[in-house]
């Protein structure tokens, strides 16, 4: 459990580690900024059952953990154009764990699957408005938004089914890149108070993930910690390079987070380290644990954090929250030559 005090320094209670074996790195499920301090746990909370008691009530009273809201509003995109690496995941719990810190959050799910609205419990039958009739240009941004059960401050433009058509009947249209990018009205942001857009993509790097990415100026790639990881990965970085060249010239990757971390194997700690090598910084110190609460959550369309807030899935989410808010844009003031260093090892 992390604090803010007053001087702005960390303070982290033993309470989010209790599950982890003492040969684990401590920041799975609880990386913590620089300058933290252990603080003594009490007695209660070192019963696993206290501490999970604790870490709910830190979730439902939050008190004065607030965190900075960012200079103008970020957007970003969570792009992996393989499957199931935690895109979706990532989208919803970040994005709750910012909104539980009174930050605003727009979750754009442009993912004909929905799960990312299905998991924040907004409708998304067939016929509501939704980001297929923003990019068709039917209904404007605001018609379409809508305002998760969980936080009145998580907002949703969810994605139907009718969006599975949209990569077909996009091609056709007068600038198809840019969709998504001329929808996304800086008024309607202004007006709701927006901190941070986080666009959800669908596993592949057609028009629908282009639109992200010309929309977005920062990328967020979740990296799955298991064997396969890293394929694919150098088609990502060559589009966001292509479409930073021709459509999009402040697109970079700020943020990259390793999921579903499995601190009992040895690979996983080995696609960590890879990973850092070729990334450095950008990758944020926490990482997420596979958790099974992490995959029941969506089930009950929850977030983990909603569903378990007591659990280390929905810890580690928090803390990766605060982190990714705490550091800002890492790579702003960052020369070109400092990124493909970062991006090539
Ligand atoms: N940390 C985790 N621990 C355990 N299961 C997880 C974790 N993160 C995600 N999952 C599960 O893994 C599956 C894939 O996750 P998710 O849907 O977030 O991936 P995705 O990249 O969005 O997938 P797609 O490419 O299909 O959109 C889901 O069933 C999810 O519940
Ligand atoms: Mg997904």
């Given at each position: 459990?992390?604090?803010?005090?007053?001087?702005g320094?960390?303070?982290?209670?033993?309470?989010?580690?209790?599950?982890?074996?003492?040969?684990?790195?401590?920041?799975?499920?609880?990386?913590?900024?620089?300058?933290?301090?252990?603080?003594?746990?009490?007695?209660?909370?070192?019963t696993?059952?206290?501490?999970?008691?604790?870490?709910?009530?830190?979730?439902?009273?939050?008190?004065?953990?607030?965190?900075?809201?960012?200079?103008?509003?970020?957007?970003?995109?969570i792009?992996?154009?393989?499957g199931?690496?935690?895109?979706?995941?990532?989208?919803?719990?970040?994005?709750?764990?910012?909104?539980?810190?009174?930050?605003?959050?727009?979750?754009?799910?442009?993912?004909?699957?929905?799960?990312?609205?299905?998991?924040?419990?907004?409708?998304?039958?067939?016929?509501?408005?939704?980001?297929?009739?923003?990019?068709?240009?039917?209904?404007?941004?605001?018609?379409?938004?809508?305002?998760?059960?969980?936080?009145?401050?998580?907002?949703?433009?969810?994605?139907?089914?009718?969006?599975?058509?949209?990569?077909?009947?996009?091609?056709?249209?007068?600038?198809?890149?840019?969709?998504?990018?001329?929808a996304?009205?800086?008024?309607?942001?202004?007006?709701?108070?927006?901190?941070?857009?986080?666009?959800?993509?669908?596993?592949?790097?057609?028009?629908?993930?282009?639109?992200?990415?010309?929309?977005?100026?920062?990328?967020?790639?979740?990296?799955?910690?298991?064997?396969?990881?890293?394929?694919?990965?150098?088609?990502?970085?060559?589009?966001?390079?292509?479409?930073?060249?021709?459509?999009?010239?402040?697109?970079?990757?700020?943020?990259?987070?390793?999921?579903?971390?499995?601190?009992?194997?040895?690979?996983?700690d080995?696609?960590?380290?890879?990973?850092?090598?070729?990334?450095?910084?950008?990758?944020?110190?926490?990482?997420?644990?596979?958790?099974?609460?992490?995959?029941?959550?969506?089930?009950?369309?929850?977030?983990?954090?909603?569903y378990?807030?007591?659990?280390?899935?929905?810890?580690?989410?928090?803390?990766?929250?605060?982190?990714?808010?705490m550091?800002?844009?890492v790579?702003?003031?960052?020369?070109?030559?400092?990124?493909?260093?970062?991006?090539?090892?």
């Open positions: 459990m992390a604090r803010e005090t007053n001087g320094r960390t303070e982290v209670s033993e309470v989010s580690r209790e599950t982890l074996r003492p040969d684990q790195d401590s920041s799975v499920g609880g990386a913590h900024g620089a300058g933290m301090v252990l603080r003594p746990s009490n007695a209660y909370e070192d696993p059952i206290g501490a999970a008691a604790a870490r709910a009530t830190q979730y439902q009273h939050p008190g004065d953990a607030s965190l900075p809201h960012p200079d103008r509003c970020r957007i970003l995109t792009a992996n154009q393989k199931g690496v935690g895109k979706t995941t990532t989208t919803v719990n970040l994005a709750a764990a910012l909104a539980l810190h009174d930050l605003t959050v727009l979750v754009i799910d442009l993912d004909p699957q929905g799960n990312a609205s299905t998991a924040l419990g907004v409708p998304h039958q067939s016929g509501t408005p939704s980001i297929y009739e923003v990019l068709l240009g039917e209904s404007p941004l605001d018609e379409a938004i809508q305002t998760s059960t969980h936080s009145a401050n998580l907002l949703c433009v969810p994605a139907t089914i009718d969006l599975a058509g949209a990569e077909i009947e996009l091609v056709s249209m007068v600038a198809r890149e840019g969709r998504l990018k001329g996304l009205s800086v008024a309607v942001l202004d007006r709701l108070g927006v901190d941070f857009v986080l666009i959800d993509c669908p596993p592949s790097l057609g028009l629908l993930t282009v639109n992200a990415l010309v929309a977005a100026p920062e990328v967020l790639i979740p990296i799955q910690c298991e064997y396969y990881a890293l394929e694919g990965l150098g088609q990502l970085l060559r589009n966001i390079e292509l479409v930073q060249a021709h459509l999009n010239p402040e697109l970079h990757v700020s943020t990259i987070l390793l999921t579903m971390y499995d601190g009992r194997t040895k690979l996983a080995q696609v960590a380290n890879e990973v850092r090598g070729h990334f450095g910084e950008v990758v944020l110190r926490t990482m997420i644990p596979r958790s099974v609460k992490v995959s029941e959550a969506p089930g009950y369309g929850q977030t983990v954090l909603a378990d807030p007591g659990s280390r899935g929905a810890m580690s989410y928090l803390d990766a929250g605060r982190e990714f808010a550091r800002g844009d790579t702003v003031g960052r020369s070109d030559s400092d990124d493909e260093q970062g991006a090539q090892g």
